[in-house]
């Protein structure tokens, strides 16, 4: 098949190179001239495990291709994926410019296909309200007679596991109307999801649906993980209320098969480029439809809390008075953790930048650590905290380890060589990395999530 991937984004390049080692021909687009510089040496303009290598092994082999042109595949193409951004608008809804501006480009296009051609396949991969399927349909066909059909293709990758996940997806969402579309979609997917089964007998599961209901089901989706995070993180702030340890519930509750043991890690409150926009969007969508989704509303005001909860409890810990003008002046903390969650260099709406925020207003100096995402975080914030070149280099002379993102080296770090470097043994950590018995024998005062904390 030969496949048009539009946008160069954590989606569009994983589905652009998944798909030409799907043995497809495929052409990336995007509008961003640099970006596309970098993408036809090989080198990815985002960090995600894997795709280096993908990129690069399919651009020596001319599977894959890059251009800033949509018109120069759209003659023989079979398929065009719009895989733009959906930024949230002002009142919470998608922004659907970037879509619809490549429907309308599409459209525009369209008359370089021969008359005869069959139809080309326009699918929807970006996450985009009930009903967008529809407005793309509007927006190609006040620019052509040429045949084609709009379909809904939510992805449901994970940022940092995106390979494996397009790779071997547990199941892929066609919202189509015709069998012929149908027909092109699996031909594109057939690879994958063969070798998902091959994986594991469960996975690789296809589902044909109407496209408002596709469009819903990506939505749904994560507004249902969404929720289970915050709810299991007013359980752990419930756990150090009670003295509870939010790891034996977490157990417990995880061995019912009805529940099961994903998405069940409290944490300092979610964010990254889907979780909070996609949620406000689908408020929105239930607002316009009068049904306001209570659930999630809670799901979204719960997490707004959750995301101030370690800067909580670094001003507890210091005794930081309300109306105090800068109570942590003249203290520093070494910040592991930038990304909005482990294996990724994406910081929208990381937690760590509201915690940088909130901890500098009140006075104090950061010197921070990522193993990807400083670059980003620099582009943002400049010099706003100080850069550190390894973990240890940003614990020196801190008062405190504040740890934000999950990166498994910080698992492993040296708890005698962080303690070596600090003013005081104490850590407020985010992501429950170390056992509290375990740093109460080394003598840490340690504060994590809906454990006790330990006063060393
Ligand atoms: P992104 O911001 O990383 O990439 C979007 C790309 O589109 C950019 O490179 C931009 O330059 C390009 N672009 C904008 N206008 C264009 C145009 N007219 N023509 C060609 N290219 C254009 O976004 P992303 O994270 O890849 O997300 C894309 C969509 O997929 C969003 O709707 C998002 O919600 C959804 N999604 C994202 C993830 C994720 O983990 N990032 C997962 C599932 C779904």
Redesign the pocket.
């Known amino acids: 098949m030969r496949i048009l991937v ?8 994983v589905a652009a190179a998944g798909f030409a080692d799907s043995g497809h021909r495929v052409l990336g ?4 001239a640099a ?1 596309l510089e970098k993408l036809k040496k090989g080198v990815s303009p ?1 960090f995600e495990p894997g795709l280096d290598e993908l990129l690069q092994r399919y651009l020596a082999s001319g599977a894959l291709e890059f251009t800033l042109d ?1 018109r120069q595949g759209i003659a023989d193409a079979d398929a065009a994926f719009i ?4 930024p949230q608008s002002e009142d919470g809804s ?1 922004d659907l410019q ?1 879509v619809l ?2 429907a309308a ?1 599409i459209g525009q296009a369209m008359a370089l296909r021969p008359a005869d051609a069959r139809p080309l396949i326009v699918v929807d ?4 309200p009930v009903g967008t399927a529809a407005r793309v349909h509007a927006a190609i066909q006040a620019q052509t007679d040429r045949a084609f059909e709009v379909v809904s293709n ?6 940092g596991c ?1 390979i494996d996940d397009f790779l071997f997806p547990d199941r892929v969402v066609v919202g189509c109307r015709t069998d012929f579309a149908e027909s092109v979609m699996k031909e594109i997917y057939a690879a994958k999801l063969a070798a998902a089964k091959a994986r594991n007998p469960e996975g690789g599961r296809w589902f044909r649906m109407d496209p408002p209901s596709a469009e819903l089901t ?1 939505y749904a989706a994560n507004a249902m993980l969404a929720l289970r995070i915050s709810f299991m993180n007013e359980i752990a702030n419930l756990c150090e209320e009670v003295g509870a340890d939010v790891d034996q519930v977490k157990e417990g509750i995880g061995a019912d098969h009805r529940i099961g043991r994903h998405f069940l890690n409290p944490g300092p409150g979610f964010g ?3 979780f909070p ?2 949620l406000q969007a689908l408020l929105k969508v239930g607002r316009e439809n009068g049904h306001a989704l209570m659930t999630l509303a809670t799901t979204v005001e719960a997490n707004r809390h959750q995301k101030q909860v370690l800067a909580l409890k670094v001003r507890t810990h210091y005794g930081c008075k309300a109306g105090t003008p800068a109570p942590l002046a003249g203290r520093r903390f070494a910040l592991w953790g930038l990304a909005f969650k482990a294996h990724t260099d ?1 910081i929208r709406e990381a937690m760590a930048l509201e915690l940088i925020e909130s901890l500098a207003s009140l006075g104090a100096e950061l010197v921070v650590h990522d193993f990807e995402a400083m670059p980003n975080v620099k582009a943002k914030i400049g010099d706003r905290v100080r850069y550190a070149a390894t973990p240890l280099e940003a614990c020196e002379g801190a008062d405190a380890l504040i740890i934000a993102t999950e990166w498994p080296q910080y698992r492993e770090a040296d708890l005698q060589q962080i303690a070596g470097r600090l003013k005081a043994k104490v850590m407020f950590d985010g992501r429950n990395l170390f056992r509290p018995e375990a740093m109460k024998a080394c003598g840490w005062t340690y504060h994590s999530i809906g454990r006790m904390a330990v006063l060393g």
């Open positions: 539009i946008g160069s984004g954590y989606v569009g390049l687009v995007d509008v961003d970006k985002i949509i895989c733009v951004g959906t998608a970037y501006a490549v480009k991969k970006s996450t985009v939510p992805e449901f990758l994970r940022e995106a990506k990254g480029s889907c926009k996609d994406d």
